[in-house]
């Protein structure tokens, strides 16, 4: 949509230096923007396009509005101003009630007037949709899923039964929340499938990226906290617990029984053992391992970044004897131990 940056300004409660009537309807970088684009700078190292940038209009913290020549939108936190101001200028297509003719649903099913099921829907026994609900082409939801006002299932969504989802969320294609958890008991060689008897409960204002699997509990229920927000292709296992506000990056896999508290940030790649407890406030830096409990806030890292095939491959050689080494290491320091002991008698 079009809007004037004066408009814009009082939307995002920030202040604008430059023409209020000045008129801007899209997303830009700050290298390729023109007079209709808005733009901003989040990163100290494009601070040197500012004095070329084209766009209409840029927003940027108060230290970098003198180099730009063009009118800015001052914030104290340009990435949040750009996030909100993006939602403006590409708001999301309102939600026209109704469900489409090759859509199928169960007669005890409640669909709110308001809400939208799009085609090749399905809608088992039980399900409760809320008002403005959006289900796109595809999605599946099971007996006695319930879906919360305003949520958006984009393409392609499966609810497995029992599965509950919060106001405002956000479901990606192909993400399923519900399934039955990895569990299984020895019987001689073979497995015995245990059966999953649990729901997946998702919070409010929840993000579950594309392909993402969220495990219904085995016994309890998994639990997704308001605020969460899960990236592409992430596997949350049976009975895990994740606090509110915590973001996931992609890849990561998370074993069951685990607790994760508010606020953490994990990074993409990280493996996450079962049972483990994490405390709020905890970031794990991508492809981190973590197979213990982690209950002190802070940063915590794991995993050797890349390097030189050739050192690589002589360090790899190394780790070989890192048994050896060690003993030797011990050896040493009982023989420096004794010595010491045995200078200290005779000094005296």
Avoid at 45 to 55: S, W
């Amino acid at each position: 949509m079009e809007i004037s940056l004066g408009e814009l300004a009082d939307r995002l409660a920030v202040p604008l230096r430059g023409d209020p009537d000045a008129r801007v309807c899209r997303i830009a970088s700050l290298t390729c923007a023109d007079a209709t684009g808005l733009s901003f700078l989040g990163d100290v190292r494009l601070r040197r396009h500012l004095e070329q940038t084209r766009a209409g209009c840029v927003i940027l913290s108060e230290a970098d509005a003198d180099v730009c020549r063009v009118p800015v939108l001052l914030s104290d936190n340009p990435y949040l101003t750009f996030a909100k101001a993006a939602g403006i200028l590409y708001p999301e297509p309102a939600i026209v009630g109704g469900i489409h003719r090759s859509a199928v649903v169960d007669p005890t099913a409640q669909v709110d007037p308001t809400a939208w099921v799009g085609p090749t829907c399905v809608l088992e026994a039980g399900v409760v949709v809320g008002p403005r609900v959006f289900l796109g082409p595809g999605c599946i939801l099971g007996e006695g899923v319930r879906v919360g006002e305003e949520s958006r299932l984009v393409a392609r969504v499966t609810l497995c039964s029992g599965t509950h989802v919060g106001k405002r969320a956000l479901l990606h294609p192909g993400s399923v929340i519900g399934r039955d958890g990895f569990g299984f008991a020895r019987d001689g060689d073979r497995w015995v499938r245990i059966p999953q008897v649990g729901r997946a409960i998702l919070g409010d204002d929840v993000e579950i990226g594309a392909n993402t699997t969220v495990d219904r509990g085995a016994i309890g229920d998994t639990l997704i906290g308001d605020g969460v927000k899960l990236d592409n292709h992430i596997q949350i296992g049976h009975n895990v617990e994740i606090g509110e506000n915590t973001a996931m990056a992609a890849n990561t896999g998370i074993s069951g029984s685990t607790r994760i508290g508010r606020n953490c940030t994990i990074a993409g790649a990280v493996g996450m053992a079962g049972h483990l407890e994490i405390g709020d406030r905890v970031h794990f830096t991508g492809m981190a391992m973590v197979t213990r409990s982690v209950t002190e806030p802070g940063a915590y890292s794991s995993g050797i970044p890349a390097m030189p095939s050739a050192d690589w491959r002589r360090n790899v050689a190394r780790f070989r004897h890192l048994d050896e080494l060690a003993r030797r290491i011990k050896q040493l320091e009982i023989r420096i131990d004794t010595m010491n002991e045995t200078t200290g008698r005779e000094a005296t």
